[in-house]
Protein backbone atom coordinates (compact mmCIF):
# COMPACT_ATOMS: atom_id res chain seq x y z
CA UNK A 1 0.00 0.00 0.00
CA UNK A 2 1.12 3.60 -1.29
CA UNK A 3 -0.82 5.93 1.20
CA UNK A 4 -0.30 9.30 -0.59
CA UNK A 5 1.62 9.98 -3.58
CA UNK A 6 2.59 13.12 -4.58
CA UNK A 7 4.22 14.50 -8.13
CA UNK A 8 6.56 16.16 -8.70
CA UNK A 9 8.84 15.85 -6.10
CA UNK A 10 9.88 19.44 -6.34
CA UNK A 11 9.52 21.70 -9.44
CA UNK A 12 11.16 25.13 -10.46
CA UNK A 13 8.58 27.41 -12.40
CA UNK A 14 8.78 30.35 -14.09
CA UNK A 15 6.17 33.44 -12.53
CA UNK A 16 3.30 33.06 -14.87
CA UNK A 17 2.86 29.60 -16.06
CA UNK A 18 0.68 27.36 -15.19
CA UNK A 19 0.83 24.25 -12.64
CA UNK A 20 -0.95 21.38 -11.21
CA UNK A 21 0.63 19.37 -8.22
CA UNK A 22 -0.65 15.53 -8.30
CA UNK A 23 -1.78 14.03 -5.34
CA UNK A 24 -3.40 10.43 -5.00
CA UNK A 25 -4.37 8.17 -2.48
CA UNK A 26 -4.79 4.32 -2.52
CA UNK A 27 -6.97 4.16 0.99
CA UNK A 28 -10.24 5.13 -0.40
CA UNK A 29 -10.45 7.70 2.24
CA UNK A 30 -13.22 10.60 2.22
CA UNK A 31 -11.66 13.42 2.82
CA UNK A 32 -8.73 14.66 0.83
CA UNK A 33 -6.55 18.10 2.10
CA UNK A 34 -3.93 20.63 0.50
CA UNK A 35 -1.36 22.28 2.55
CA UNK A 36 1.37 24.85 2.06
CA UNK A 37 4.17 24.94 4.79
CA UNK A 38 6.26 27.79 4.98
CA UNK A 39 9.33 28.73 7.63
CA UNK A 40 7.64 30.48 10.42
CA UNK A 41 4.13 29.90 9.68
CA UNK A 42 3.46 25.70 9.86
CA UNK A 43 1.40 24.13 7.76
CA UNK A 44 -1.83 26.17 6.51
CA UNK A 45 -4.71 24.79 4.68
CA UNK A 46 -5.51 25.62 0.83
CA UNK A 47 -8.23 23.63 0.03
CA UNK A 48 -10.12 20.61 0.92
CA UNK A 49 -12.71 17.85 -0.32
CA UNK A 50 -14.97 16.48 2.22
CA UNK A 51 -16.02 13.79 -0.66
CA UNK A 52 -15.48 12.77 -4.32
CA UNK A 53 -17.66 15.55 -5.82
CA UNK A 54 -17.26 18.56 -3.37
CA UNK A 55 -14.74 20.94 -2.39
CA UNK A 56 -14.30 24.32 -0.12
CA UNK A 57 -11.13 26.95 0.48
CA UNK A 58 -9.11 26.78 3.84
CA UNK A 59 -7.29 29.16 5.14
CA UNK A 60 -5.27 30.58 1.92
CA UNK A 61 -7.29 29.45 -1.35
CA UNK A 62 -6.35 32.82 -3.15
CA UNK A 63 -4.25 31.45 -6.46
CA UNK A 64 -5.18 28.09 -6.12
CA UNK A 65 -7.92 25.77 -7.43
CA UNK A 66 -8.86 21.90 -6.80
CA UNK A 67 -11.12 19.24 -8.22
CA UNK A 68 -12.12 16.37 -6.91
CA UNK A 69 -13.21 13.91 -9.83
CA UNK A 70 -13.16 11.08 -7.77
CA UNK A 71 -12.00 9.31 -4.70
CA UNK A 72 -8.70 8.42 -5.24
CA UNK A 73 -7.14 11.91 -6.81
CA UNK A 74 -7.05 15.59 -5.54
CA UNK A 75 -5.09 17.49 -7.83
CA UNK A 76 -4.13 21.28 -7.14
CA UNK A 77 -3.64 24.31 -9.79
CA UNK A 78 -1.82 27.66 -9.62
CA UNK A 79 -3.05 29.36 -12.64
CA UNK A 80 -0.28 31.68 -13.10
CA UNK A 81 2.24 30.84 -10.49
CA UNK A 82 3.93 34.22 -8.59
CA UNK A 83 6.80 34.11 -6.51
CA UNK A 84 4.71 33.67 -3.27
CA UNK A 85 3.84 30.61 -4.03
CA UNK A 86 6.88 29.34 -3.00
CA UNK A 87 6.37 26.96 -0.39
CA UNK A 88 6.31 22.88 0.24
CA UNK A 89 3.15 21.52 -0.75
CA UNK A 90 1.27 18.71 1.63
CA UNK A 91 -1.58 16.48 0.41
CA UNK A 92 -3.29 14.96 3.10
CA UNK A 93 -6.12 12.28 3.80
CA UNK A 94 -8.74 10.86 6.35
CA UNK A 95 -11.26 8.50 6.70
CA UNK A 96 -14.40 10.69 7.87
CA UNK A 97 -15.39 13.95 6.66
CA UNK A 98 -17.47 16.04 8.38
CA UNK A 99 -18.01 14.72 11.86
CA UNK A 100 -15.25 14.28 14.81
CA UNK A 101 -11.96 14.30 13.12
CA UNK A 102 -9.85 11.01 12.63
CA UNK A 103 -6.24 11.43 12.18
CA UNK A 104 -4.85 13.46 8.39
CA UNK A 105 -2.14 11.07 7.10
CA UNK A 106 0.40 12.96 4.64
CA UNK A 107 1.59 12.90 1.63
CA UNK A 108 5.72 13.18 1.28
CA UNK A 109 5.29 16.98 -0.43
CA UNK A 110 6.17 18.48 -3.55
CA UNK A 111 8.72 21.55 -3.35
CA UNK A 112 7.77 24.45 -5.75
CA UNK A 113 9.84 27.52 -6.63
CA UNK A 114 8.34 30.05 -8.47
CA UNK A 115 11.03 32.70 -10.29
CA UNK B 1 -11.21 32.10 17.31
CA UNK B 2 -8.88 28.80 16.99
CA UNK B 3 -5.24 28.84 18.10
CA UNK B 4 -2.28 26.70 18.55
CA UNK B 5 0.93 28.05 20.04
CA UNK B 6 4.32 26.61 19.94
CA UNK B 7 6.38 29.05 21.55
CA UNK B 8 9.56 27.49 20.96
CA UNK B 9 10.99 27.49 18.16
CA UNK B 10 13.91 25.35 18.62
CA UNK B 11 15.04 23.50 21.13
CA UNK B 12 18.61 21.85 21.52
CA UNK B 13 19.88 19.02 23.78
CA UNK B 14 22.71 16.58 23.91
CA UNK B 15 21.50 13.02 24.07
CA UNK B 16 19.70 11.28 26.38
CA UNK B 17 18.21 14.59 28.00
CA UNK B 18 15.03 14.57 28.88
CA UNK B 19 12.86 16.89 26.81
CA UNK B 20 9.34 18.94 26.78
CA UNK B 21 7.77 20.51 23.44
CA UNK B 22 5.30 22.78 24.72
CA UNK B 23 2.01 23.19 22.61
CA UNK B 24 -0.59 26.05 23.92
CA UNK B 25 -4.31 26.01 22.10
CA UNK B 26 -7.08 28.08 22.00
CA UNK B 27 -10.42 26.94 21.45
CA UNK B 28 -14.26 27.96 22.54
CA UNK B 29 -15.41 24.97 21.43
CA UNK B 30 -15.99 21.84 24.24
CA UNK B 31 -15.61 19.47 21.92
CA UNK B 32 -11.66 18.91 19.91
CA UNK B 33 -9.01 16.84 18.92
CA UNK B 34 -5.29 17.34 19.62
CA UNK B 35 -2.68 15.68 17.61
CA UNK B 36 0.98 15.72 17.43
CA UNK B 37 3.67 14.76 14.27
CA UNK B 38 6.74 14.68 13.70
CA UNK B 39 8.82 15.73 10.77
CA UNK B 40 11.52 14.38 10.35
CA UNK B 41 14.94 15.61 8.28
CA UNK B 42 13.37 13.88 5.04
CA UNK B 43 10.17 15.86 5.43
CA UNK B 44 7.38 13.88 5.60
CA UNK B 45 4.72 14.34 8.10
CA UNK B 46 4.16 11.53 10.66
CA UNK B 47 1.20 10.82 12.65
CA UNK B 48 2.36 10.63 16.59
CA UNK B 49 -0.90 11.00 19.05
CA UNK B 50 -4.16 11.68 18.40
CA UNK B 51 -5.62 13.22 21.79
CA UNK B 52 -9.92 14.18 22.30
CA UNK B 53 -11.25 16.90 24.85
CA UNK B 54 -12.80 14.39 26.54
CA UNK B 55 -9.34 12.63 27.89
CA UNK B 56 -7.42 14.01 29.78
CA UNK B 57 -5.67 10.99 30.81
CA UNK B 58 -1.47 11.06 30.05
CA UNK B 59 -0.52 8.71 27.43
CA UNK B 60 2.79 7.06 27.18
CA UNK B 61 4.56 5.27 23.96
CA UNK B 62 7.90 4.33 24.77
CA UNK B 63 10.15 7.01 25.57
CA UNK B 64 6.86 9.58 24.31
CA UNK B 65 4.94 11.27 26.75
CA UNK B 66 2.02 13.26 26.43
CA UNK B 67 0.42 15.52 29.53
CA UNK B 68 -3.24 17.10 28.18
CA UNK B 69 -4.06 19.57 30.65
CA UNK B 70 -7.64 21.33 30.07
CA UNK B 71 -7.21 24.13 32.84
CA UNK B 72 -4.09 25.50 31.38
CA UNK B 73 -4.88 24.46 27.26
CA UNK B 74 -1.81 22.50 27.23
CA UNK B 75 -0.83 19.42 25.32
CA UNK B 76 3.08 19.33 25.88
CA UNK B 77 5.02 16.12 24.70
CA UNK B 78 7.77 15.11 26.91
CA UNK B 79 10.49 12.81 24.81
CA UNK B 80 12.85 10.99 27.69
CA UNK B 81 16.10 9.43 26.97
CA UNK B 82 16.29 11.48 23.71
CA UNK B 83 18.16 10.17 20.79
CA UNK B 84 19.75 11.60 17.74
CA UNK B 85 16.81 9.75 15.52
CA UNK B 86 14.50 12.03 17.49
CA UNK B 87 15.54 15.12 15.64
CA UNK B 88 13.04 17.00 14.07
CA UNK B 89 10.87 19.43 13.84
CA UNK B 90 7.41 18.58 15.60
CA UNK B 91 4.12 19.99 15.15
CA UNK B 92 0.90 20.30 17.38
CA UNK B 93 -2.26 20.58 16.22
CA UNK B 94 -6.29 21.54 17.19
CA UNK B 95 -8.99 20.01 15.05
CA UNK B 96 -12.19 22.02 15.96
CA UNK B 97 -15.13 23.54 14.33
CA UNK B 98 -14.41 26.01 11.93
CA UNK B 99 -17.58 27.29 9.47
CA UNK B 100 -19.49 23.96 10.52
CA UNK B 101 -16.87 21.32 10.11
CA UNK B 102 -14.01 20.31 11.45
CA UNK B 103 -10.22 21.78 10.46
CA UNK B 104 -6.72 21.14 11.18
CA UNK B 105 -5.00 24.48 12.92
CA UNK B 106 -1.31 23.91 13.36
CA UNK B 107 1.14 25.70 15.35
CA UNK B 108 4.35 27.07 13.81
CA UNK B 109 6.49 24.01 15.14
CA UNK B 110 9.47 23.28 17.33
CA UNK B 111 12.67 21.94 15.88
CA UNK B 112 14.00 19.43 18.29
CA UNK B 113 18.06 18.86 17.82
CA UNK B 114 19.24 16.37 19.64
CA UNK B 115 23.40 16.56 19.78
CA UNK B 116 25.23 12.64 20.07
Known amino acids: IAGITQAPTSQILAAGRRMTLRCTQDMRHNAMYWYRQDLGLGLRLIHYSNTAGTTGKGEVPDGYSVSRANTDDFPLTLASAVPSQTSVYFC??????????????FGPGTRLTVL | AQKVTQAQTEISVVEKEDVTLDCVYE???????LFWYKQPPSGELVFLIR??????QNEISGRYSWNFQKSTSSFNFTITASQVVDSAVYFC?????????????FGTGTRLKVLA
Open chain 2, 93 to 105: ALSAIVSGTYKYI
Open chain 1, 92 to 105: ASSVLAGGPPDTQY
Open chain 2, 51 to 56: RNSFDE
Open chain 2, 27 to 33: TRDTTYY
